[in-house]
T-cell receptor
Framework: GDSVTQMEGPVTLSEEAFLTINCTYTATGYPSLFWYVQYPGEGLQLLLKATKADDKGSNKGFEATYRKETTSFHLEKGSVQVSDSAVYFC??????????FGKGTMLLVSP | GAVVSQHPSWVICKSGTSVKIECRSLDFQATTMFWYRQFPKQSLMLMATSNEGSKATYEQGVEKDKFLINHASLTLSTLTVTSAHPEDSSFYICSGSSGGAGSDTQYFGPGTRLTVL
């Protein structure tokens, strides 16, 4: 079955540091890939998505590239801010409408 | 665009009572709505999937008589937790999908925190 594996957190960074959160997946067919962000006490917000190999999703300075050869969708940001502190979820959709989530990675950014 | 609201945002109830949570898609028609449950510091657990006008499809292990889901219109789905008990306390999140172009994307509500005393 489908699965998503994320690096365990928390990831602790200083402001303006470079961020990478690793995500790899196992899926049938050609899934769409997503990153969602959850701020404390809130629901999930779509951060970015990619629907086919080599697509790059980007939003708010975050980027992730759909790598079919390595079955990865790593999230990156060149310079994090304190306001980026949240839990980040990698997810995939194999075309059956349901999302398969990773366990989430907490990011803590200090001033 | 693609905004989903939930009401209430939090609720406290006594054991044995029922609680209804509403999920609304504000600016799109949600052909499919999903209900999730999230425990502290954990990922989301899909409870059920509902299509407008149809009975919900529940995930294995989710009691359909306890968690009643109604998706009566393209903009509204409700989750009723019947005879709630303390172990039902959790964060419940809904999401909607349009079913059209880009239908692989789900848009999430802000969540409802249920506390059962």
């Amino acid at each position: 079955g489908d699965s998503v594996t994320q690096m365990e957190g928390p990831v602790t960074l200083s402001e303006e540091a470079f961020l990478t959160i690793n995500c790899t997946y196992t899926a049938t067919g050609y899934p769409s890939l997503f990153w969602y962000v959850q701020y404390p006490g809130e629901g999930l917000q779509l951060l970015l998505k990619a629907t086919k190999a080599d697509d790059k999703g980007s939003n708010k300075g975050f980027e992730a590239t759909y790598r079919k050869e390595t079955t990865s969708f790593h999230l990156e940001k060149g310079s994090v801010q304190v306001s980026d502190s949240a839990v980040y979820f990698c997810a995939l959709n194999s075309g059956y409408s349901t999302l398969t989530f990773g366990k989430g990675t907490m990011l803590l950014v200090s001033p | 665009g693609a905004v989903v609201s939930q009401h209430p945002s939090w609720v406290i109830c006594k054991s044995g009572t029922s609680v209804k949570i509403e999920c609304r898609s504000l600016d799109f028609q949600a052909t499919t709505m999903f209900w999730y449950r999230q425990f502290p510091k954990q990922s989301l657990m899909l409870m059920a999937t509902s299509n407008e006008g149809s009975k919900a499809t529940y995930e294995q292990g989710v009691e359909k008589d306890k968690f009643l889901i109604n998706h009566a219109s393209l903009t509204l789905s409700t989750l009723t937790v019947t005879s709630a008990h303390p172990e039902d306390s959790s964060f419940y999140i809904c999401s909607g999908s349009s079913g059209g172009a880009g239908s692989d994307t789900q848009y999430f509500g802000p969540g409802t925190r249920l506390t059962v005393l």
